[in-house]
């Protein structure tokens, strides 16, 4: 009997003991576990973003963790409307000398590296606006004052390439038009793209600046030749071809150095091809030409007519598939560029190559 009490008594406080420390790891448990949980879930999640980079990643990990997104996502936007309610119809232009290039750039802060995109929409196109150039810095002053405006007006997604020959040989406006498309799809895979002098703006953003399902040629009627149109086979100053339609007929020609009929060869491509040359309305299709003499080293192109009558044979080996050249600097910031004589130029950033007379003389020579 005198053992068994004792034993009773062990018993008895041991089995206090058992429950102290099982309470004690109860709650240990309690607390430990949430974090635990957490823990393995980042871990996952940090598995699963390098497996499923850039494939739904978000969405995976939101589902997994149901945390608020904090990854800088924008929510889908919507479609642009077809006609977009910014625009104004016809506009008087005024065209201010003492206008200079960092006023434009003070005008358009939303302009990125001469891109834009609508904020509250997704652009129906993606346009990509080239302008080949040569010391015509009053006329990009201009352009690019109205230009900016008229294409956010338009709800279009855009980006403005100047194309740059430097150095005096012959001006070669087609065979920039190629490299401007070729180092544009380098950014980009653009819709359409719109082949602009850059003395020309659109009076009217009804005009719009998208491409359809056949080439387009937008300077129906001009301040220089009384708003007529100067022939029914004029397809000069500022058309639009898709990639596709562009890709289609190999591009311009590269042969047409100086001026006249580089324009009318691109239509002889786009006929060969059966497509059709579509404009707008001629009420709509206006432009003021800003006024300029002729310039040197783009005279008169001697071979124009002889060129031409060789397209239907020559297109396939002379285009695109042919455009041989160097960028020798591709200047996208919003400051002034400290080398070559161009610096007014730097602040539409992504919008210039500058393709050096060292080169030219190597890579981009007349033949
Ligand atoms: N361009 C330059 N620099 C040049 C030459 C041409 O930037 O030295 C570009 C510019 O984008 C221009 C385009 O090429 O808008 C077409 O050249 P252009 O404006 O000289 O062609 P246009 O059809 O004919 O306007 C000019 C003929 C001269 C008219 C004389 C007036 N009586
Ligand atoms: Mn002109």
Redesign the pocket.
């Known amino acids: 009997m005198g053992f068994c009490s004792s034993a009773c008594k062990i018993l008895w406080r041991t089995k206090y003991c058992v429950l102290l420390i099982l309470s004690l790891s109860v709650v240990a448990w309690i607390t430990a576990f949430p974090g635990e949980t957490l823990k393995s879930i980042r871990v996952s999640s940090a598995t699963t973003q390098t497996l499923v980079k850039g494939d739904g990643l978000r969405e995976k990990l939101h589902s997994m963790t149901g945390a608020p997104d904090d990854l800088n996502t924008s929510p889908q936007k919507v479609d642009c409307p077809k006609v977009s309610p910014l625009l104004q119809g016809a506009k008087n232009l005024s065209f201010d000398s003492s206008l200079t290039l960092n006023d434009v750039v003070t005008e358009n802060e939303k302009v990125r590296e001469g891109e834009y995109e609508p904020p509250d929409c997704a652009a129906r196109q993606s346009v990509a606006i080239l ?6 810095e009053r ?1 990009l002053v201009y352009f690019l004052h109205h230009l900016h405006p008229f294409l956010q007006r338009q709800q279009l997604h855009y980006a403005i390439y100047v194309i740059n020959q430097a150095g005096n040989v012959t ?1 070669n ?1 087609a065979k920039l038009l190629n490299i401007g498309y070729l180092e544009a799809l380098k950014d980009y895979n653009w819709d359409c793209f719109i082949f ?5 703006i659109p009076e009217n953003d009804h005009n719009l600046y998208v491409c359809e399902d056949q080439p387009k040629h937008f300077m129906v009627a001009r301040n220089s030749t009384r708003y007529k149109l100067m022939s029914p086979s004029y397809f ?2 500022v058309t639009a071809l898709t990639r596709e339609q562009f890709f289609q007929v190999n591009g311009f020609s590269n042969s047409y150095w100086g ?1 006249g009929c580089e324009d009318d060869d691109l239509r002889i491509r786009v006929r060969q091809h059966k497509m059709t040359i579509v404009r707008p309305p001629e009420d709509v299709a206006r432009y003021t ?1 800003v006024f ?7 005279e008169v192109n001697k071979d124009r007519s002889t060129l031409k009558g060789q397209t239907p044979k020559n297109w396939r080996n002379d285009g695109l598939t042919s455009c041989s050249y160097k960028t020798l600097s591709l200047d996208r910031l919003p400051l002034y560029s400290s080398h070559l004589k161009l610096k007014n130029l730097a602040v539409t950033k992504k919008t210039q190559f500058h393709i050096q007379s060292q080169v030219l003389s190597t890579e981009f020579r007349k033949r």
């Open positions: 302008i080949p150039f040569r010391n015509r006329h001006f406006r602009h002098d850059v003395d020309l000069g100053g001026w030409m300029h003499k002729r310039d040197k080293g783009n």
